[in-house]
């Protein structure tokens, strides 16, 4: 058997600083203007609320509906916080609702 000479696949790679597009790629809008009351990711504006301090986080491991889930990550969303603070908030109301 005869072998092969090893294709030369070095023009597919590009150099350090030489990188650009595909002549077929969408570009990108620039932003030019940006609104001061925009909301700031979290992790990097501070937090509206801290948590108690906590030894440590632990895994729940359990599953919950699809529907949950979602409800759950849109009200996360919609006041900017955290699932666990959404669940923290949850915990507390259903005990000053159930305390005797």
Do not use: C
């Not at 906590?54 to 919950?64: I, R, T």
């Not at 990550?73 to 955290?82: E, H, T, W, Y």
């Amino acid at each position: 058997m005869s072998k092969k000479a090893p294709l030369d696949m070095s023009s597919l790679l590009a150099e350090k600083g030489q990188g650009a597009p595909a002549n077929d790629a969408p570009t990108r809008s620039i932003i030019t203007e940006t609104f001061k009351n925009e909301p700031t990711n979290r992790k990097i504006g501070e937090s509206k609320k801290k948590p108690p301090p906590s030894s440590e986080f632990v895994n729940l491991g359990f599953k919950v509906p699809k529907e949950f889930r979602h409800r759950l990550r849109k009200i996360a969303a919609a006041k900017d916080v955290s699932l666990v603070e959404v669940l923290r908030d949850a915990v507390d109301l259903y005990e000053k609702a159930n305390s005797k």
